[in-house]
C-alpha cells in the first residue's frame, strides 16, 4: 500500500481514539450510566394499588460512577433526592467493583490517549522500534478494547446481580421499601461500548494499512524457512 494511503489510514484510526479517549473522560464524570424505574412497595401493597394508580408509587433515578439523583413516590408526592457514592453510600454499594470500573476507565482513557500518539508517530514519524510499529499499535489497541470490555462487565454485574439500584433507593429507608422494576443503560454506558468498538476496528485499520497480525507468519516466511530446512 502506498505511504499516503498508510498515513491517512493512521491518521483516522488516531482521530478515532482521541474523540473516544475524550468521550470515555466525559462519561466517566456524568451521571449517565443507567436510569431506573423503581416502585415503592410498601405503599402500594398498603393500598392496594393496581393499573394506572401503580404510576403514584413509581418514581425514577438515574446516576454515574460518582453521583445521581431521582424521585422517590409513595402516592403522598414526589420526593427529589440527590446521593453521591463517595463517602454516601459506601456501606450500599460493592465498594471494590465499584472503584476497579472507575480504575479501569482511567486506563482505558489513558491507553487511548497512548494510542493516538502511537497512531499519530506511525503516521508522520518514522517509527524504528517494535513499540513504535505495527505491534505497539496491535498492542495498545487489545488492551484498550479489553479495559472497555471489563469496564462494562463489571458495571452490568454491579448493577444487575448486586441489585446496585435498588440498594441505592433502600439506602437509609427505614419506612418504605422501594423495588427496581426496569433499568436501562444511557448515554455514558454506551460511549464506553463505542470505544471498545472503536479500538476493534482501530485493529481492522491497521491491517488495512498492510500489517500482519501479531504472531501470524506470512507465506514469505514459511517458504524461506522451508528452502532453509532442505538445504541442510
Known amino acids: 500500500m502506498p505511504n499516503q494511503q498508510k498515513k491517512i489510514i493512521f491518521c483516522m484510526a488516531g482521530v478515532l481514539?482521541?474523540?473516544?479517549?475524550?468521550?470515555?473522560?466525559?462519561?466517566?464524570?456524568?451521571?449517565?450510566?443507567?436510569?431506573?424505574?423503581?416502585?415503592?412497595?410498601?405503599?402500594?401493597?398498603?393500598?392496594?394499588?393496581?393499573?394506572?394508580e401503580l404510576t403514584k408509587f413509581m418514581g425514577e433515578m438515574q446516576y454515574g460512577l460518582f453521583h445521581g439523583e431521582g424521585i422517590r413516590q409513595c402516592g403522598l408526592g414526589?420526593?427529589?433526592?440527590?446521593?453521591?457514592?463517595?463517602?454516601?453510600?459506601?456501606?450500599?454499594?460493592?465498594?471494590?467493583?465499584?472503584v476497579n470500573i472507575i480504575l479501569f476507565s482511567m486506563?482505558?482513557?489513558?491507553?487511548?490517549?497512548?494510542?493516538?500518539?502511537?497512531?499519530?508517530?506511525?503516521?508522520?514519524?518514522?517509527?524504528?522500534?517494535?513499540l513504535h510499529g505495527p505491534l505497539g499499535l496491535y498492542l495498545v489497541s487489545f488492551i484498550s478494547g479489553s479495559c472497555g470490555c471489563l469496564v462494562m462487565i463489571l458495571f452490568a454485574s454491579e448493577v444487575k446481580i448486586h441489585r446496585l439500584s435498588e440498594n441505592i433507593a433502600n439506602f437509609k429507608e427505614g419506612t418504605y421499601a422501594y423495588k427496581t422494576q426496569n433499568e436501562n443503560?444511557?448515554?455514558?454506558?454506551?460511549?464506553?461500548?463505542?470505544?471498545?468498538?472503536?479500538?476493534?476496528?482501530?485493529?481492522?485499520?491497521?491491517?488495512?494499512?498492510?500489517?500482519?497480525?501479531?504472531?501470524?507468519?506470512?507465506k514469505d516466511t514459511e517458504t524461506t524457512n522451508v528452502a532453509a530446512d532442505l538445504m541442510y
Open 17 to 52: 481514539s482521541f474523540l473516544c479517549a475524550l468521550g470515555v473522560l466525559t462519561a466517566v464524570g456524568t451521571p449517565l450510566w443507567i436510569k431506573a424505574t423503581i416502585l415503592c412497595k410498601t405503599g402500594a401493597l398498603l393500598v392496594n394499588a393496581s393499573g394506572e
Open 78 to 98: 414526589a420526593r427529589p433526592f440527590r446521593f453521591s457514592f463517595f463517602p454516601d453510600l459506601l456501606q450500599a454499594i460493592p465498594v471494590s467493583i465499584h
Open 107 to 130: 486506563i482505558l482513557v489513558i491507553l487511548t490517549m497512548v494510542g493516538t500518539a502511537f497512531f499519530m508517530y506511525n503516521a508522520f514519524g518514522k517509527p524504528f522500534e517494535t
Open 185 to 218: 443503560y444511557t448515554t455514558s454506558f454506551w460511549v464506553v461500548f463505542i470505544c471498545f468498538f472503536v479500538h476493534f476496528l482501530n485493529g481492522l485499520l491497521i491491517r488495512l494499512a498492510g500489517f500482519q497480525f501479531p504472531f501470524a507468519k506470512s
